[in-house]
């Protein structure tokens, strides 16, 4: 009677190993409740393996040699929810067959794209070759939430083909694009149809733009977190970050170029907390918390059209009762009469001063011995 329990156990066991699906070579597959993950991580690999098992949630093939990203034919994609592809050689990829023909006898098209991924929600494409994105990456993955193209070779936000080619508002989240060759903010995110609608959170650090639209940011209404900094940035404008839905939380500008703030340049912004303008060359800021130097720069045809618009609209003026973070260390400060007014008794004029505590004066040269805010209480200035 025991032999025969210890065969049934013996049965059983064998029979519960042997239906775990099995892990392709140079592999390992782990389970954990739903969660089903398999690790491919620096295998010297070219090609993803194609016999991925049944089920499987996570993917993570870092540090091989993968050049495309070919996202067709798996049987398994309607599980897949995290793919990290980081720091391959990947320059394409490719989601849909160009031999198929569409419904309107037409190549090419989202009727084109052979494989989709219901459940795909993050995607690491960090550190690989990337110039563009294939046009209907978004009807692929109609539930991704966190995109991160970190260390690549984009240029323009426009080749990511991300903003336009969907009729809805996507579920993406997060988009982050640090470390690239982006040169300015394009306006493909300046239309009311842009399928961008949902983000929350833009980090665009790291990369060498040099110019801000007014208005760039207008039709993203979800947008909580603005990332720019270590740019080339020179100039912002007014009205540089508004959105229709007024939700942008932190902006971030430190280590750029940045000499001059227009007055209305964070205007539209009441749920504002946080800004960080570390390390520019700005040499005053007034109780608007703009630059002292206010050029007569006019932009563009559209920019002129969209400061008119949204100043005889009304609803987009300049609000910082929200405020609890300011950072403006690491400036060359003006010790003169222009910082005279931030000595006045004002709720933004104490976090800016409390961020200048250890801020010594670079000019004039006499004053440099001192720290700013001793400097400026010295000052005796005629603010009639």
């Not at 903003?163 to 903010?185: C, D, K, P, W, Y």
């Not at 394009?186 to 990369?207: C, F, I, M, V, W």
């Not at 040099?210 to 009205?239: A, C, E, H, W």
């Not at 912004?269 to 206010?294: A, G, H, K, W």
Request: overall charge positive.
């Amino acid at each position: 009677m025991r032999s025969c329990r210890l065969v049934i156990v013996v049965c059983v066991l064998f029979g519960f190993a042997s239906a775990q699906p099995r892990c392709p070579q140079r592999c390992t597959c782990d389970y954990y409740a739903t969660i089903h993950t398999i690790n491919c991580d620096s295998q010297d690999m070219r090609q993803l393996p194609h016999d991925i098992p049944d089920w499987t949630t996570h993917v993570s093939f870092d540090g091989n040699f993968l050049t495309t990203l070919r996202l067709i034919g798996f049987n398994t994609s309607v599980y897949f929810e995290e793919f990290k592809f980081r720091y391959n050689a990947i320059t394409k990829l490719e989601i849909s067959d160009e031999n198929l023909v569409s419904k309107e006898g037409r190549k090419g098209g989202c009727n084109d794209v052979v494989t989709i991924f219901p459940r795909l929600k993050s995607v690491n494409l960090r550190g690989n070759k990337i110039h563009n994105l294939p046009k209907c990456l978004l009807f692929a993955w109609p539930m991704l939430k966190i995109l991160i193209l970190d260390q690549n070779r984009i240029t323009r936000i426009s080749e990511l083909n991300l903003a336009s080619h969907l009729s809805h508002e996507s579920s993406l989240q997060e988009l982050s694009i640090m470390r690239n060759q982006i040169h300015r903010i394009t306006s493909d995110l300046q239309t009311p149809a842009t399928s961008l609608r949902g983000l929350l959170y833009l980090n665009l650090g790291e990369n060498i733009i040099s110019k801000i639209q007014t208005g760039v940011f207008m039709f993203l209404p979800k947008l909580r977190v603005v990332k720019l900094n270590d740019n080339r940035l020179r100039i912002i404008p007014s009205y540089a970050f508004v959105t229709t839905g007024q939700m942008v939380r932190e902006i971030y500008l430190q280590r750029n170029r940045i000499e001059v703030i227009f007055i209305l340049a964070f205007a539209g912004q009441p749920r504002l907390q946080t800004i960080d303008l570390r390390t520019n060359m700005i040499v005053c800021l007034n109780i608007m918390f703009t630059s002292c130097v206010q050029p007569d720069v006019r932009g563009t045809r559209f920019e002129r059209r969209m400061r008119q618009s949204l100043t005889s609209r009304g609803g987009f003026g300049v609000e910082y009762s929200s405020l609890r973070g300011v950072r403006v260390g690491g400036n060359p400060w003006s010790c003169n009469c222009t910082l005279k007014p931030l000595m006045q008794n004002t709720s933004t004029n104490q976090l800016v001063r409390s961020s200048m505590t250890s801020e010594t004066c670079h000019n004039p040269p006499t004053m440099r011995q001192y720290d700013v805010i001793t400097a400026i209480e010295q000052l005796h200035c005629d603010l009639t």
